[in-house]
């Protein structure tokens, strides 16, 4: 009976510091919506759009989704994504990068496209800034599209947009262009268990060894 208490006491507690997953910021919507200015042909080398994390807990980063198109195009290039901290208006630094999660053979597609995070800490009720750049700057015009989607995104708050303005200028601190349009995106991020709660697990245990005493 110990045995079986002991065992009930572990699995409760590991339960109660798992972290959940929550969807942070969606503007996915309208996916039929306008190519924004980080596709070739403008000459334009990355846009950024903000997002503001909820409140109470503290979030680690698992995926952002992305709707591209211009895949087909000839000499197309992997967008580099960054997550950048806060400067009033513009990205301030970066935080962290995220890698390519390899679907559909690895390959980009037009449509949705997720990449994943390597376990980066977004703050809770921070502004971040989702920094979406062509690998190289733009001189071929084959580079992504990236899509517009509603301007009232399903989930998250979204404080500005903005983009570069010239197809060098790689720095996001930098970029002064102010778009109109919120791309589509979907922020996926675990909430990090506070460590009372894991405690409080612990308790409950004990206390119910102690009453089979």
Do not use: C
Request: net charge negative; proline share 4%; aromatic share 6%.
């Amino acid at each position: 009976m110990t045995k079986h208490l002991v065992s009930s006491f572990l699995t409760s507690s590991l339960l109660l510091g798992v972290a959940h997953g929550a969807i942070v910021f969606d503007s996915l919507g309208n996916t039929g919506g306008t190519t924004s200015v980080v596709s070739g042909g403008g000459g334009n080398s990355g846009k950024a759009i903000s997002f503001v994390m909820p409140g109470g807990s503290d979030y680690n980063l698992t995926s952002v989704v992305l709707n591209l198109d211009g895949i087909a195009d000839a000499g197309v290039e992997t967008p580099l994504i960054t997550i950048w901290s806060n400067d009033t208006i513009t990205p301030a630094t970066p935080i962290g990068s995220l890698l390519q999660t390899l679907t559909l053979s690895g390959t980009l597609v037009d449509g949705q496209n997720t990449f994943a995070s390597s376990g980066l800490t977004l703050n809770a009720g921070a502004t971040y800034w989702l920094v979406v750049r062509n690998s190289s700057p733009n001189t071929t015009g084959h580079e992504f599209g990236w899509i517009s989607g509603t301007n009232a995104p399903a989930t998250g708050t979204n404080t500005g947009r903005i983009f570069s303005d010239t197809g060098t200028e790689i720095d996001p601190s930098t970029w002064d262009g102010v778009s109109g349009l919120l791309n589509a995106a979907r922020i996926n991020a675990d909430v990090i268990p506070e460590p009372s709660v894991a405690m409080l697990g612990g308790m409950l245990g004990l206390l119910a060894l102690r009453r089979r005493r």
